[in-house]
Every structure is written in structure tokens, then in C-alpha cells.
């Protein structure tokens, strides 16, 4: 993560803040993650040193065309700075520094299937034992571990799954 996002990130989560909008603003860097993450061939526009700035801020702003002004600014800031590569991490950035500002902490659960109603609150009532802050899940989806889930929060982890209960079933035969 680069220096330059980090402080990017916190001056527009400063001014949001000034302005009230730091949640709106938070929703808007959420869209632009999911977004450019998502799609190969906008992360290969933002970062192609061949597209023209101006072009990159019309394209961006008619993508995003729904966000808050001070998003849309973000968007001329980078322009002017020819930083347009940065975006994603700016983005990302930003919503790590509101959670931080606002008590919230990401858990990380890696289950072997989606996430379903009844596994979340099982989830979740574990995280509590980790952690008094607000709780967003973060679900990943990895079939290797056959079944059950991994949660890590900050720097915890909880290892509830299938695959960990079979190599520990293992090593107790083998000795």
C-alpha cells in the first residue's frame, strides 16, 4: 500500500467528516473496490499510462457518475496529480481508516461454501468472544478446507474447520 494512498485516504476522510458524508463517501469507496476489482479492463484503463488524464476523470466520473461530490473530487485531485494507478488502493484505504475511525473491525471467515443466515450468527457469536468493536464479515470462499470455517479477526484466529480437525486427527495416529 502506498504512502501516497494512505494520505490521500485520510485527507478525504477528514474532509468527509468535516462535511457529514463519511459514511456516503465510505459506500462510494466500497463501489469503486468492488468495482475496478472486478473488472479487468477497467483496472487496465486507470493504470495504462497510453489513456490521457482527462480522459481517465470523464470515464471515471460517468462510471461513478452516482457518488458524492467529494468523490467526483477525488477523481479531478487525480487528474491533476496524474495518479489515476492509485485509485484502487486510495479506496481501499479510505474504507480501512473509516472503520478504524468508527470502532468497526473486519472478521475474515473463510468457509468451503457461501456464507448462509445460520453460519453467520454462529459466526458471529464467536467473534464476540474476540472482539467487543462493531463486526463486519468478510467472507472467502475456499473448498479446501472441506468444511466448517476459519475466522481470524486482527490478529486471532479460530480454526474451526474439517481439513484442521482431519491433520490434527492425523498427527494424534501417528505418534
Known amino acids: 500500500m502506498s504512502k501516497a494512498a494512505k494520505r ?11 462535511a457529514g ?9 466500497a463501489l469503486i473496490t468492488e468495482t475496478v476489482n472486478g473488472h479487468k479492463e477497467l483496472q487496465n484503463f486507470i ?4 489513456v490521457k488524464a482527462d480522459k481517465k476523470e470523464v470515464a471515471l466520473k460517468e462510471i461513478f457518475a452516482s457518488t458524492q ?16 494507478d492509485i485509485l484502487p488502493a486510495i479506496a481501499a484505504q479510505y474504507k480501512a481508516q ?8 473486519v472478521a475474515t471467515v473463510t468457509t ?15 467473534v464476540k468472544e474476540f472482539s467487543d468493536k462493531k463486526i463486519t464479515l468478510k ?11 476459519i475466522l481470524r479477526v486482527g490478529d486471532k484466529q479460530y480454526n474451526a474447520s474439517v481439513a484442521n480437525r482431519l ?3 492425523k498427527r494424534e495416529l501417528s505418534n
Open 139 to 149: 467472507n472467502i470462499v475456499d473448498p479446501a478446507i472441506i468444511g466448517g470455517f
Open 47 to 50: 493504470s495504462s499510462p497510453e
Open 21 to 29: 458524508t463519511a459514511a456516503q463517501v465510505a459506500e462510494d469507496m
Open 112 to 126: 468451503a461454501v457461501p456464507i448462509d443466515a445460520e453460519l453467520e450468527a454462529k459466526v458471529l457469536a464467536k
Open 98 to 105: 473509516y472503520d478504524v475511525a468508527n470502532g468497526i473491525e
Open 8 to 18: 490521500y485516504a485520510k485527507a478525504i476522510l477528514e474532509t468527509a467528516q468535516g
Open 167 to 169: 491433520l490434527a486427527l
Open 69 to 84: 461530490p467529494l468523490t467526483q473530487g477525488l477523481f479531478h485531485l487525480l487528474h491533476e496529480n496524474q495518479r489515476f
